[in-house]
T-cell receptor, first 113, second 115 residues
Framework: AQSVTQLGSHVSVSEGALVLLRCNYSSSVPPYLFWYVQYPNQGLQLLLKYTTGATLVKGINGFEAEFKKSETSFHLTKPSAHMSDAAEYFCAVKGFNDYKLSFGAGTTVTVRA | DAGVIQSPRHEVTEMGQEVTLRCKPISGHDYLFWYRQTMMRGLELLIYFNNNVPIDDSGMPEDRFSAKMPNASFSTLKIQPSEPRDSAVYFC?????????????FGSGTQLSVL
């Protein structure tokens, strides 16, 4: 079975500051890892994903994440926060060839002007 | 493509009433998922279909919940009878090949309030 833990339900950053959202996973098989973003009153959208290959993956809107097997982590970062980054972010995991995605509890990001 | 389309966007009903949520997946996507989102439990997978066939309904909370996919372009999630604890946002998502890491495309959700 696979699961993820997101550390911190709320993160507040200043505009222009680093955004760091933490995600640790548990998986009995090699994981596929995802970050999704949810803007108010909308469905989730994929930011980026790791399946195989390069462990540093780049996504949309300047976000990137690094898969670290030794730390069972997949933290999401963005060097410089923008007001439009205010949203809820979900880390998710599934096993290879699984069809069910398990989501973390989510982290709400607020951006201060 | 218009994306995954869900209706209604909002539903307010009274306890005991039947509720039907609808979903039109993206054309060509063979997989359809129903999720429920609540503050307490986060995002939970209720059921998913492959080629219109229900594959895993282990997340359906009770017999009051049922889901169907009569064809490749339409699915319903029905709650009968509804209860206040069913209040949540219900999302439908579709994908071409999630087993190989293909992303899920989510609809905008149905906000259900059971009074």
């Amino acid at each position: 079975a696979q699961s993820v833990t997101q550390l911190g339900s709320h993160v507040s950053v200043s505009e222009g500051a680093l955004v760091l959202l933490r995600c640790n996973y548990s998986s009995s098989v090699p994981p596929y890892l995802f970050w999704y973003v949810q803007y108010p009153n909308q469905g989730l959208q994929l930011l980026l994903k790791y399946t195989t290959g390069a462990t540093l993956v780049k996504g949309i809107n300047g976000f990137e994440a690094e898969f670290k097997k030794s730390e069972t982590s997949f933290h999401l970062t963005k060097p410089s926060a923008h007001m439009s980054d205010a949203a809820e972010y979900f880390c998710a995991v599934k096993g290879f060839n699984d069809y069910k995605l398990s989501f973390g509890a989510g982290t709400t990001v607020t951006v201060r002007a | 493509d218009a994306g995954v389309i869900q209706s209604p966007r909002h539903e307010v009903t009274e306890m005991g009433q039947e509720v039907t949520l609808r979903c039109k997946p993206i054309s060509g996507h063979d997989y359809l998922f129903w999720y429920r989102q609540t503050m307490m439990r986060g995002l939970e997978l209720l059921i998913y279909f492959n080629n219109n066939v229900p594959i895993d309904d282990s997340g359906m909370p009770e017999d009051r919940f049922s889901a169907k996919m009569p064809n490749a372009s339409f699915s319903t999630l029905k709650i009968q009878p509804s209860e206040p604890r069913d209040s949540a946002v219900y999302f439908c998502a579709s994908s071409q090949n999630p087993g190989q890491g293909e992303k899920l495309f989510f609809g905008s959700g149905t906000q259900l309030s059971v009074l």
